[in-house]
């Protein structure tokens, strides 16, 4: 009997089981491989999210402060606006008695006095 055919059928079926093993090794070593990047990225994932959120938050807190000062900064304008007036009113106020004291004292030079309050001299800072 001729143990050759036998041999080589040995070795071929050694050589399937080899090659059988070899691919459901790959495919196991694929499917973990698979599964450690799948779990990176999940991780990276959930940071970013987190990172993410964390942004948001920051974001609507500016937000909120901005809409904070632009609300102030509004108001403080229109006090600005009513203070311009006020002192535009001050001035015109200021301008009639500095011309009824030149009248009262045109006045009283005229009927031969000395006023008891002086102008000062335009440009003059001097108090009498």
């Known amino acids: 009997m001729d143990w050759s055919f036998f041999t080589a059928m040995a070795a071929l079926l050694t050589s399937l089981t080899a090659l059988y093993l070899g691919i ?3 495919r196991k070593t694929n499917a973990e491989t698979t599964q450690i990047v799948t779990n990176a990225l999940d991780q990276i994932i959930t940071r970013l999210r987190s990172e993410m959120d964390e942004l948001v938050r920051e974001a609507k ?3 909120e402060r901005i809409d904070f000062l632009e609300a102030q900064a509004s108001e403080q304008q229109g006090r600005i606006e009513s203070l ?7 001035e015109r106020e200021n301008l009639e008695l500095r ?3 030149q009248l009262l004292t045109l006045q009283v030079t005229t009927l031969g006095a000395t006023p008891l309050y002086p102008p000062r001299k335009p440009g003059s800072d001097e108090m009498p």
Do not use: F, I
């Not at 311009?84 to 001050?90: A, H, I, S, T």
């Open 24 to 26: 459901a090794n790959r």
């Open 61 to 63: 807190k500016r937000d």
């Open 84 to 90: 311009r007036g006020r002192v535009k009113e001050l």
């Open 99 to 101: 011309a009824g004291v």
